[in-house]
């Protein structure tokens, strides 16, 4: 607590003695990097502060304090580091008892000062804001150094008589007052166990600040004398090895004025080398000058050999891990190796050439026994590149992940399954004498697939398409069972996707004719066996010719002529629909211009496939196609159809987008029929719509169909769209859509597609019908 009855408390220091020991107090704060210093004295639990550097208010307090009589009691000539949160509440006391403004400080050291009459008790105290582990050795020299003059100016003698009475020069030049700090600074480290070198503050550079003292310690450990070092630099300990790293780190904190610790290796005057922990701390005066610097040096080589054989040690123990390591490395990339020559990687199931091992070991089997039952099941998810294209190939991945843990759940572990590539899976299936149980296999793998599958968040129904073939003698190698398994997945899939289908001779047949089929379309333009039928489309009320709808026949040389829906899915599979659509477009183009010649007014629709107009380069296609034949764009329509917009469909918009902007117009054909949704016609800008020839068909027997035909025809007049009918044979049918208002009609009751030269005759007979296309509007 605080005391401030005069009485009570000892007597100060004169006030020129006060500021003497505030001067060393500062001197102690700045040496140890602190903000706060104070020396205090006192007798049994009474202390006064006496003096002090960095507090507010810094006047004298009395206060009794059993933790401050308990430090004042320790060991003098030791720097005792206070643990401040270990003893939270007795430092929290002390520092109330200060009345001090500042908070209680994270670091407090404290050093002993005892007055030559051993009656009283005196402390040296430095703190600081900022917590840190501890003082370094050569601060600590230079704290204890402090110390010793902080005693010899309390002196109780001293604090009764003028400073000159002292013993020592309070006042009077710096240099006298440096000396006596060296002097007190060589009285605490004479006989210390640690080397210590003082030098002069200054220069840091070359030559470098000259030793002014060493200590018996010193001699000892580099054994050089102190007349062989005294006016020299430290730099004569420095080695050839000595790390530059070490020495830069050194130069830098002495050019700032900060203490260092680094370890280094010096050499010793018979040039052997030593590894020591260098301590450095620089030594201010009561201006705060810097005037000389402490350099402790701790001969550490003991343990540095001890830590470099550790380390050699540890090296050749990481080599054998290591080694030990690469060797079960080796045998892991082998057993790795040898699965992966054998399973897919992604669903860890049995590739193709484990699958066509297997096979040709059952085939060998039924070889032996007729009557050994041998199916194989060649699996194909529906719609997968629908996954791939909307989701991305990741959620592809996870998709045929699940799908191939369900097959897993179907097959019995003498089952084989595998996965050949894609969204492809195969099974093989023995048995000794059960001919059915391939089939109630493929029965228990579609049910399985029915139930919805999630991708994240995403509720995804995939079916997967089944083909079966049952082995027999006849076949004489895996790949021939394979490729029957194929053909009758493809049947399935094509005649209900979903659904197993078992080969039959009669599907290897078709399969045959597919392929002569897909050789002689490759050299179809080549031979010149397309041909282009045009059909007009009409006004509903007057009957005049419009334009006309170009449509692509092959007039194949032995099956004669055949229609695009037997073709064009073929020419799409192997890649030739972009030749023949350019093929198409070209010719139909020049025709147009040279008939727009003889008969204004006519318009040209072409139809275009999904998978050209996905391709990025198609407007640049059509762009040539019109530069080529002159044929102003005002006059072609190309048509596409619904599904073209289920795939990409930004990709989609921006490529319709660079056609409309050469001015040839859009239609969307077979409106009603596959993927029909409202949203195209929001999402995309169309100029025409064609009505399905089915709902023409319908629309007189089925009220339902006639409401929807009323339904478009109202939405294209609200939009500004043309509204076609395809497929009017009579003329009930065509009253009732003039009836509904449709203006644009086409089919057989006007004409049936003509060759080029019907076309013209059929114009020329025509030609005072032949008007601008009225609007819809």
Same mark, same amino acid.
Request: charged share 25%; glycine share 6%.
């Given at each position: 607590m605080v005391d401030t009855d005069a009485d009570a408390a000892s007597p100060g220091p004169p006030v020129s003695d006060r500021l003497s020991l505030t001067q060393v107090v500062q001197s102690a704060a700045h040496a140890a990097g602190c903000r706060i210093g104070m020396v205090l004295t006192g007798v049994g639990e009474r202390f006064t502060l006496v003096a002090s550097f960095g507090l507010d208010p810094a006047s004298e307090t009395v206060l009794d304090s059993r933790f401050l009589a308990r430090i004042a009691a320790g060991r003098t000539g030791t720097v005792l580091i206070l643990d401040v949160a270990g003893e939270q509440p007795d430092v929290e006391v002390w520092w109330r008892a200060l009345a001090v403004r500042q908070p209680v400080p994270d670091f407090i050291a404290a050093v002993r000062v005892m007055p030559a009459d051993q009656t009283r008790r005196g402390l040296l105290v430095v703190a600081d804001p900022a917590s840190r582990t501890g003082l370094s050795a050569a601060t600590t020299y230079v704290l204890l150094t402090h110390a010793a003059?902080?005693?010899?100016?309390?002196? $109780?003698?001293? &604090?009764?008589?003028? *400073?000159? /009475?002292? %013993?020592?020069?309070?006042?009077?030049? &710096? /240099?006298?007052?440096?000396?006596?700090?060296?002097?007190? $600074?060589?009285?605490?480290?004479?006989?210390?166990?640690?080397? !210590? &070198?003082? +030098?002069?503050?200054?220069?840091?550079?070359? *030559?470098?600040?000259?030793?002014?003292? !060493?200590?018996?310690?010193?001699?000892?450990?580099?054994?050089?004398?102190?007349? /062989? !070092?005294?006016?020299?630099?430290?730099?004569?300990?420095?080695?050839?090895?000595?790390?530059?790293?070490?020495?830069?780190? #050194?130069?830098?904190?002495?050019s700032r004025w900060e203490p260092v610790e680094l370890e280094l290796l010096n050499r010793r005057k018979d040039g052997s080398g030593f590894w020591v922990e260098l301590s450095i701390a620089p030594v201010a005066n009561e201006q705060g000058w810097f005037t000389h610097w402490v350099s402790v040096q701790r001969e550490i080589s003991d343990r540095k050999h001890a830590e470099e054989s550790a380390i050699r040690a540890r090296i050749v123990e990481a080599e054998n891990i290591m080694?030990?390591?690469?060797?079960?490395?080796?045998?892991?990339?082998?057993?790795?190796?040898?699965?992966?020559?054998?399973?897919?990687? &992604?669903?860890? $199931?049995?590739?193709?050439?484990?699958?066509?091992?297997?096979?040709? +070991?059952?085939?060998?089997?039924v070889a032996l026994d007729p009557a050994y039952q041998v199916g194989v099941l060649f699996l194909d998810l529906d719609r997968f590149k629908l996954v791939n294209d909307s989701l991305g190939h990741q959620a592809g991945d996870l998709l045929l992940v699940e799908v191939a843990r369900r097959l897993r759940s179907c097959v019995q572990p003498e089952d084989t399954l595998g996965?050949? %590539?894609?969204?492809?899976? !195969? @099974? #093989?299936?023995? +048995?000794?004498?059960?001919?059915?149980?391939?089939?109630?296999?493929?029965?228990?793998?579609?049910?399985? @697939?029915?139930?919805?599958?999630?991708? %994240?968040?995403?509720?995804?129904?995939?079916?997967?398409?089944? %083909?079966?073939?049952?082995?027999?003698?006849?076949?004489?190698?895996?790949?021939?069972? @394979?490729?029957?398994?194929?053909?009758?997945?493809?049947?399935?899939?094509?005649?209900? *996707?979903g659904s197993y289908m078992v080969f039959t001779d009669s599907m290897r047949s078709e399969a045959v004719d597919k392929l002569a089929l897909q050789t002689d379309l490759r050299h179809a333009i080549a031979r010149n066996q397309f041909v282009l039928h045009y059909q007009p489309i009409c006004n509903a009320e007057t009957g005049a010719v419009l334009g006309l709808e170009a449509l692509i026949r092959w007039q194949h040389p032995q099956r004669g002529l055949i229609c695009p829906a037997d073709f064009i899915g073929t020419a799409e599979e192997i890649g030739e629909i972009a030749r023949i659509g350019h093929w198409v477009l070209t010719q139909a183009c020049t025709r147009m211009r040279r008939w727009h010649a003889r008969f204004p007014g006519l318009r040209l629709s072409v139809n275009v496939s999904g998978v050209e107009l996905r391709d990025a380069r198609y407007g640049a296609v059509v762009q040539a196609v019109l530069a080529e034949t002159g044929l102003d764009p005002d006059l072609l329509q190309i048509e596409t159809t619904e599904g073209v917009f289920l795939h990409q469909p930004g990709r989609i918009d921006g490529i319709l987008g660079e056609i409309r902007a050469l001015g040839v117009r859009v239609a969307l054909d077979d409106f009603g029929t596959g993927y029909s949704s409202l949203g195209y016609l929001d999402r995309y800008t169309l100029d025409a719509i064609k009505i399905d020839g089915s709902f023409v068909m319908r629309m007189l027997t089925r009220h339902s169909t006639m409401a929807i035909i009323d339904a478009i025809i109202t939405l294209g007049r609200a939009l500004d769209v043309e509204i076609i009918a395809e497929g009017v044979e009579n003329e009930t049918q065509l009253a009732a859509l003039r009836g509904a208002g449709c203006r644009l009609v086409q089919g057989y009751l006007f004409s049936a597609p003509l060759v080029e030269q019907q076309v013209e005759r059929m114009l020329e007979s025509k030609a005072a019908l032949i008007e601008s296309p009225p609007s819809n509007s």
């Amino acid at each position: 607590m605080v005391d401030t009855d005069a009485d009570a408390a000892s007597p100060g220091p004169p006030v020129s003695d006060r500021l003497s020991l505030t001067q060393v107090v500062q001197s102690a704060a700045h040496a140890a990097g602190c903000r706060i210093g104070m020396v205090l004295t006192g007798v049994g639990e009474r202390f006064t502060l006496v003096a002090s550097f960095g507090l507010d208010p810094a006047s004298e307090t009395v206060l009794d304090s059993r933790f401050l009589a308990r430090i004042a009691a320790g060991r003098t000539g030791t720097v005792l580091i206070l643990d401040v949160a270990g003893e939270q509440p007795d430092v929290e006391v002390w520092w109330r008892a200060l009345a001090v403004r500042q908070p209680v400080p994270d670091f407090i050291a404290a050093v002993r000062v005892m007055p030559a009459d051993q009656t009283r008790r005196g402390l040296l105290v430095v703190a600081d804001p900022a917590s840190r582990t501890g003082l370094s050795a050569a601060t600590t020299y230079v704290l204890l150094t402090h110390a010793a003059q902080l005693t010899a100016l309390l002196e $109780l003698d001293a &604090l009764h008589r003028p *400073p000159a /009475d002292a %013993g020592f020069r309070i006042a009077g030049p &710096l /240099d006298a007052r440096a000396l006596e700090r060296l002097r007190l $600074l060589e009285s605490v480290v004479v006989n210390a166990n640690d080397a !210590v &070198l003082i +030098t002069e503050a200054e220069p840091i550079d070359q *030559p470098g600040p000259r030793i002014v003292y !060493v200590n018996a310690a010193f001699t000892r450990t580099t054994g050089y004398d102190e007349a /062989d !070092v005294l006016g020299l630099t430290p730099r004569l300990l420095q080695a050839p090895t000595t790390d530059r790293a070490a020495l830069d780190r #050194l130069r830098l904190a002495l050019s700032r004025w900060e203490p260092v610790e680094l370890e280094l290796l010096n050499r010793r005057k018979d040039g052997s080398g030593f590894w020591v922990e260098l301590s450095i701390a620089p030594v201010a005066n009561e201006q705060g000058w810097f005037t000389h610097w402490v350099s402790v040096q701790r001969e550490i080589s003991d343990r540095k050999h001890a830590e470099e054989s550790a380390i050699r040690a540890r090296i050749v123990e990481a080599e054998n891990i290591m080694l030990e390591k690469e060797i079960q490395e080796r045998r892991r990339i082998q057993a790795q190796l040898s699965f992966a020559a054998f399973h897919d990687d &992604l669903t860890r $199931l049995s590739n193709r050439a484990f699958f066509m091992r297997a096979l040709t +070991t059952a085939l060998d089997r039924v070889a032996l026994d007729p009557a050994y039952q041998v199916g194989v099941l060649f699996l194909d998810l529906d719609r997968f590149k629908l996954v791939n294209d909307s989701l991305g190939h990741q959620a592809g991945d996870l998709l045929l992940v699940e799908v191939a843990r369900r097959l897993r759940s179907c097959v019995q572990p003498e089952d084989t399954l595998g996965r050949i %590539g894609g969204d492809e899976f !195969v @099974m #093989l299936v023995e +048995t000794a004498h059960d001919s059915s149980r391939a089939r109630r296999l493929a029965e228990r793998i579609i049910e399985t @697939m029915r139930r919805p599958i999630w991708l %994240g968040r995403q509720e995804i129904f995939c079916s997967i398409s089944v %083909g079966l073939v049952h082995a027999t003698a006849q076949y004489r190698s895996p790949e021939e069972l @394979m490729r029957d398994a194929d053909i009758a997945m493809y049947r399935a899939k094509r005649n209900n *996707p979903g659904s197993y289908m078992v080969f039959t001779d009669s599907m290897r047949s078709e399969a045959v004719d597919k392929l002569a089929l897909q050789t002689d379309l490759r050299h179809a333009i080549a031979r010149n066996q397309f041909v282009l039928h045009y059909q007009p489309i009409c006004n509903a009320e007057t009957g005049a010719v419009l334009g006309l709808e170009a449509l692509i026949r092959w007039q194949h040389p032995q099956r004669g002529l055949i229609c695009p829906a037997d073709f064009i899915g073929t020419a799409e599979e192997i890649g030739e629909i972009a030749r023949i659509g350019h093929w198409v477009l070209t010719q139909a183009c020049t025709r147009m211009r040279r008939w727009h010649a003889r008969f204004p007014g006519l318009r040209l629709s072409v139809n275009v496939s999904g998978v050209e107009l996905r391709d990025a380069r198609y407007g640049a296609v059509v762009q040539a196609v019109l530069a080529e034949t002159g044929l102003d764009p005002d006059l072609l329509q190309i048509e596409t159809t619904e599904g073209v917009f289920l795939h990409q469909p930004g990709r989609i918009d921006g490529i319709l987008g660079e056609i409309r902007a050469l001015g040839v117009r859009v239609a969307l054909d077979d409106f009603g029929t596959g993927y029909s949704s409202l949203g195209y016609l929001d999402r995309y800008t169309l100029d025409a719509i064609k009505i399905d020839g089915s709902f023409v068909m319908r629309m007189l027997t089925r009220h339902s169909t006639m409401a929807i035909i009323d339904a478009i025809i109202t939405l294209g007049r609200a939009l500004d769209v043309e509204i076609i009918a395809e497929g009017v044979e009579n003329e009930t049918q065509l009253a009732a859509l003039r009836g509904a208002g449709c203006r644009l009609v086409q089919g057989y009751l006007f004409s049936a597609p003509l060759v080029e030269q019907q076309v013209e005759r059929m114009l020329e007979s025509k030609a005072a019908l032949i008007e601008s296309p009225p609007s819809n509007s």
